[in-house]
């Protein structure tokens, strides 16, 4: 039997605005290995976006001393990103996920962030601890290019 | 600046262009300058034309959302034109559609805001 393909990497960056394209699109070429269809690839840019905000925004109040921890894997086509800051962590996790919840409506936030992620990956689980900081998994079973005619 | 934005007049509707990528980030400018030009006495209406915005995710939502109220407030309509599929996606899972119409050009996005009368 042939072994099934794995492979990851690791990012450590600053929790500054101009960080969140580079996260997002940091992910995305890594996953290019994998022939994703332009579909999958804006999803998973959509949610790493989405993660990295929360992070800036919420877990560190938009403190850039802040560190972001990505580790993003591969197995197989199936494509697991983990996204932990060691900011103020979520309070009430199940409340965060409700549509249109936000903690900071006075910063024009839509309250869509986890709405988007779980509409777009397979699997979201947050891990959360108030003053110890947040992770964010996210899994995702690619589509394979051969499948996209079939899909559109 | 990974986005850019263009800002014209037709009749009492601003027209804003967006070119590039919205998020948390870019955000910020885009309701900076936006707020701007509604501030001008002569406008009433706004039209967004996304035809070159490649990315999008919830700040933008929260932005297009922000301006929408402001507009609603000052008596105006407010529409969106030239909609990417992927964004086209983001709108519809967060029921922008509901509040907001969306066009296929800038022309007819511009017409439904009621300039012809």
């Given amino acids: 039997m042939k072994p099934v393909h794995t492979n990851f990497m690791e990012l450590c960056f600053n929790a500054r605005s101009e960080n969140e394209s580079f996260a997002r699109v940091a992910v995305a070429a890594f996953l290019s290995q994998l022939d994703p269809t332009?579909?999958?690839?804006?999803?998973?840019?959509?949610?790493?976006?989405?993660?990295?905000?929360?992070?800036?925004?919420?877990?560190?109040e938009e403190n850039p001393e802040g560190v972001i921890l990505i580790r993003t894997e591969i197995e197989g086509t199936k494509i697991c990103v983990q996204i932990t800051d060691y900011g103020l962590g979520i309070e009430d996790v199940t409340e965060a996920r409700q549509p249109l919840y936000t903690s900071k409506p006075e910063l024009e936030r839509s309250g869509m962030g986890f709405t988007i992620m779980e509409n777009f990956m397979d699997e979201v689980m947050i891990h959360s601890k108030p003053g110890e900081g947040t992770t964010i998994q996210l899994v995702k079973q690619l589509t394979p290019q051969s499948q996209q005619s079939l899909v559109n | 600046m990974a986005l850019h934005l263009d800002v014209k007049r037709s009749k009492n509707v601003l027209v804003a262009r967006l070119d590039g990528e919205l998020d948390h980030h870019t955000a910020a400018h885009v309701r900076k300058v936006i707020e701007e030009e509604l501030n001008h006495e002569w406008v009433t209406h706004l039209v967004l034309n996304l035809e070159k915005l490649e990315f999008m995710d919830s700040s933008g939502l929260g932005v297009i959302l922000g301006r929408y109220k402001r507009v609603t407030q000052m008596g105006g309509k407010m529409t969106i034109c030239s909609v990417q599929p992927s964004i086209q996606r983001i709108m519809e899972m967060s029921g922008l559609f509901k509040i907001l119409q969306m066009f296929q050009d800038e022309s007819s996005a511009v017409s439904a805001c009621g300039v012809a009368s």
């Fill in chain 1, 38 to 60: 332009i579909e999958d690839l804006t999803d998973i840019k959509t949610v790493v976006s989405e993660a990295v905000t929360n992070s800036v925004i919420h877990g560190y």
